[in-house]
């Protein structure tokens, strides 16, 4: 059985400094996705990585992939207000295609 | 506009009242999904079609049907809702599952209560 678990579920930080949000995944894959929701929307891409190593950067998010670890990390560099949302991590599993998100990471940005 | 287009976006029934959830996108995506989220549960997916009349379970089918008939429209039937389907129901699309990756496009999502 495919599982993402994500971690920490809830994250609670002061503006300026940096943290990461892990994604662990259960089964061999290589296509990871981060996907961002602000309260009371919907889901939009941040990041898709595809191969050991990758590494992705929007402003202040970089989102990297071990596959032989089976672990993907969201790192947020001097966090400000505005990126305060609901991040989940999705693995895709080739065999059928299904979809499996994680439970998300609730980041609250203090200003 | 590309966009993924739910309807109704807000729902109020009854337990038993058969319903349908209708997904549209304009991207010629050939992978659809619906997911269902509930707090403390982040998203699961329901089914998914990889192309016209191709459609899998997802983790919890269990109580919903879909269809796939044309490419662009994915329709979610409840045919005899439960109170535990009260839950945001999002549809989703990608391009393709076959290509190197499967970014997903979401629509609004829809709100659902069943009493």
């Known amino acids: 059985e495919l599982k993402v678990e994500q971690n920490p579920l809830f994250l609670s930080m002061q503006e300026g400094k940096n943290y990461t949000i892990y994604c662990n995944y259960s089964?061999?894959?290589?296509?990871l996705y981060w996907y961002r929701q602000d309260p009371g929307k919907s889901l939009e891409s941040l990041f898709v990585?595809?191969?050991?190593?990758a590494v992705k950067q929007e402003g202040r998010l970089m989102a990297s992939l071990d596959t032989k670890a089976r672990l993907s990390t969201l790192h947020i560099t001097a966090a400000v207000h505005d990126l305060s949302a609901t991040y989940f991590c999705?693995?895709?599993?080739?065999?059928?295609?299904?979809?499996?998100f994680g439970k998300g990471t609730r980041l609250h940005i203090l200003p | 506009e590309a966009q993924v287009t739910q309807n109704p976006r807000y729902l109020i029934t009854v337990t038993g009242k058969k319903l349908t959830v209708t997904c549209s996108q304009n991207?010629?995506?050939?992978?659809m999904s619906w997911y269902r989220q509930d707090p403390g549960l982040g998203l699961r997916q329901i089914y998914y079609?990889?192309?016209?009349?191709?459609?899998d379970k997802g983790d919890v089918p269990e109580g919903y049907k879909v269809s796939r008939k044309e490419k662009r429209n994915f329709p979610l039937i409840l045919e005899s809702p439960s109170p535990n389907q009260t839950s945001l129901y999002f549809c989703?699309?990608?391009?393709?599952?076959?290509?190197?990756?499967?970014?997903?496009?979401f629509g609004p999502g829809t709100r659902l209560t069943v009493l």
């Open positions: 991207m010629n995506h050939e992978y």
């Open positions: 990585l595809l191969s050991n190593g």
């Open positions: 999705a693995v895709d599993r080739r065999r059928d295609d299904k979809i499996i």
């Open positions: 079609s990889m192309n016209v009349e191709v459609t």
């Open positions: 989703a699309s990608s391009l393709s599952s076959g290509r190197a990756y499967n970014e997903q496009f």
């Open positions: 089964t061999t894959s290589d296509r």
